[in-house]
């Protein structure tokens, strides 16, 4: 199963790990999760229990990826990432298409009374 869905970090270098994916792999809030630097992207799939680099996603399903991978692939808050659902578990890549090719979801405005 390999499927891509772009989101953006927030300011805390948190995101939202869509819940189909949660779903599949059988992560939910409060579970601890082993987020990789492959060199290629960013690995997060559920942490053995004997590793020390774990994260826990939070009941929004966000999870919040270390500074320093953050500052390795130049991440910043608003940064937009690929999030591909494969074997080993969910690998979040930087997005490089173009800006006007992202889609973001924004709220709408309120409503003047």
């Known amino acids: ?3 891509v869905i772009k989101r953006k970090i927030d300011e805390l ?3 939202v790990l869509p819940i189909d994916h949660r779903n599949h792999y059988e992560i939910a809030a409060g579970d601890p999760l082993l987020v ?3 060199g290629d992207g960013i690995l997060v799939r559920k942490a053995p229990e004997y590793t020390d680099e774990v994260k826990i996603v939070d009941e929004l399903g ?3 990826i270390p500074k320093r991978i953050r500052e390795n692939f130049n991440l910043e808050a608003k940064s937009v990432l690929n999030i591909l659902a494969t074997e080993e578990g969910i690998l979040l ?4 298409t173009e ?4 889609k ?3 709220k709408a405005p309120a409503k003047p009374e």
């Open 93 to 96: 890549k930087p997005d490089t």
């Open 1 to 3: 199963m390999t499927f």
């Open 36 to 38: 990789t630097d492959t």
């Open 62 to 64: 966000r999870v919040v």
């Open 104 to 106: 973001a979801v924004e």
């Open 13 to 15: 270098g948190r995101l």
């Open 99 to 102: 800006p006007s090719t992202t």
